[in-house]
C-alpha cells in the first residue's frame, strides 16, 4: 500500500463516529500492539492510558493505507509521544521491544487466559492470579474457589466458545432464532446485531435484537424464545436479566453502563446440519455440534433505533458517538434514547439514520463503524 498523503490525513476526524472504518484494517502490526499495551493497562487499572491506546489503534484503523513513515503520523488525532515510539520501533525492527515484554510477562499471559473465560472478567482474574493460580487446573483444583454459573459454563464449553464464530455458523442461528421469533409472533423484528451488522467475517458471539409491534410485549417475546429453544433442546445455559428500563431517567453517563432492556446471554447448541459450510474448525463437525455464544436483547419498539445503533458497535464507535453528542451537541445520548439539554427534550428516531441527522452527523453505514 501507498504511504498515506499528508493532505488526507489532516481530515481525520478525532472522533471514530466522523470516520469510516471497514474491516478492511491496513495498520494492524500497529494496532494490534497498541491493543496489547491498551490491555496491559487495563490489567493494571490504568484506564486513561488503556483508553488512549485504543483510541490511537481505532484512528490507525480508519486510514485508507499502512503508515509507513513516522512523519506521516503528524497530522493525525489520538497518537500521544508514547503511541509514536511503538510506531517508530515497528517501523524499524518489525516489532516493538516494549510489547514483545508485555506478551512474555507471566502476569499478562495469566490474566489474558483467565479473562477469556465466559464469566470472568479482569478482577476475578486478578483475585486468581493473587492467589497464585497460573492455570485452568489450578483453579478447578481449588476447592476454595467458588464459580458461579456463568463461569462453570464458560469452562464446560471453554473449547467451543473460545474459538471464533463464522459468518455461516452466524447465518444458520439467525434462521434458528428467526424461526423460534416467529413461531410465536408472525410480526416479530428480528437483526442481526453486533460484529456480523458491522461485516466481520468471525466474531467471539451472535448478537441479537428482537422486538414486536405490540407494546409492553417485548420482554414475554424473549421468554417465549428461551422456552422454544429449551424445549428444542439446544439451550445449553441462559443467564436472563428482566427490564429495569425507566423512561424517566435521564440517558446514563457512563459510557460502560449496560442498558436497561430486557436481555439474554446464551450457550446454543448449533447442529452442523444447520451450517452451510461446516462448522469452523476441526473438532466441531466431528461431533457433529458446536457450542455458541448468543446475546438477545429485546428493546421496546419505540427505542428500537437506539438500541440497534448501541449493539452494532463498534464499542469506539458507540463511546465516540456518546462523546460527541455530549461534548460538541449537549445531547445525551445512550442505548435507550437521545436528551436534548438545551431544547430539555428527548429526540425520537425510528432508524438509525434518524439518530445521526439528531446529532448532526453523516450517516455512516454499519459496515463503516469498525473503529
Ligand atoms: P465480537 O465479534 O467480538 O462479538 P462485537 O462488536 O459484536 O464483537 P460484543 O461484545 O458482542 O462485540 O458487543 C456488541 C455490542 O453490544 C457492542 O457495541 C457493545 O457495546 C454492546 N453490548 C455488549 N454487551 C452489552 C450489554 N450487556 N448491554 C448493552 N450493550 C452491550
Ligand atoms: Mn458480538
Ligand atoms: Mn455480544
Known sequence: ???????????VSKYACQRRTTTGNNNKIFTDAFEVLAESYQFNELESRCLGFRRAASVLKSLPCAV????????????????????????????????EKILS?????????FTSVFGVGPKTAEKWYRRGLRSFSDILADSS?????????????????SRAVSEAEARALTSVIDEAVHAITPDAVLTLTGGF????????????????????????????????????????????????????????QRFEAMDQFAKCFLIVRLESSRVEEGLHGDEGDSR???????????????????ALLGWSGSTMFDR????????????LLDNHCLYDK???????????????????LEYIEPWQRNA
Open 342 to 360: 438545551t431544547k430539555k427534550e428527548f429526540l425520537a428516531a425510528t432508524t438509525e439514520k434518524d439518530i445521526f441527522t439528531h446529532l448532526g
Open 197 to 252: 451488522r458491522r461485516g466481520k467475517e468471525f466474531g467471539h458471539d451472535v448478537d441479537f435484537i428482537v422486538t414486536t409491534p405490540e407494546p409492553g410485549k417485548e420482554e414475554s417475546l424473549l421468554h417465549n424464545i428461551i422456552n422454544i429453544l429449551t424445549k428444542q433442546g439446544i439451550l445449553l445455559y441462559c443467564e436472563y436479566q428482566p427490564s429495569t428500563f425507566d423512561m424517566s431517567e435521564l440517558p446514563i
Open 320 to 331: 465516540d458517538l456518546r462523546r460527541f453528542a455530549r461534548v460538541e451537541r449537549r445531547m
Open 145 to 161: 474457589i467458588h464459580l458461579n454459573q456463568m463461569q462453570q459454563n464458560g469452562f464446560l464449553h471453554y473449547g467451543d466458545i
Open 68 to 99: 509507513q513513515s513516522l512523519e506521516s503520523t503528524h497530522n493525525l488525532p489520538c497518537l500521544g509521544e508514547h503511541a509514536k515510539v511503538v510506531i517508530e520501533e515497528i517501523l524499524e525492527h518489525g516489532l516493538s521491544f516494549e510489547v
Open 288 to 306: 457433529g455440534w458446536r457450542a455458541v455464544r448468543v446475546d438477545v436483547v429485546s428493546p421496546p419498539l419505540d427505542h428500537y433505533a437506539f
Open 1 to 11: 500500500p501507498e504511504d498515506c498523503p499528508p493532505t488526507a490525513e489532516a481530515a
Open 105 to 113: 510477562d507471566e502476569r499478562y499471559q495469566t490474566l489474558k487466559l
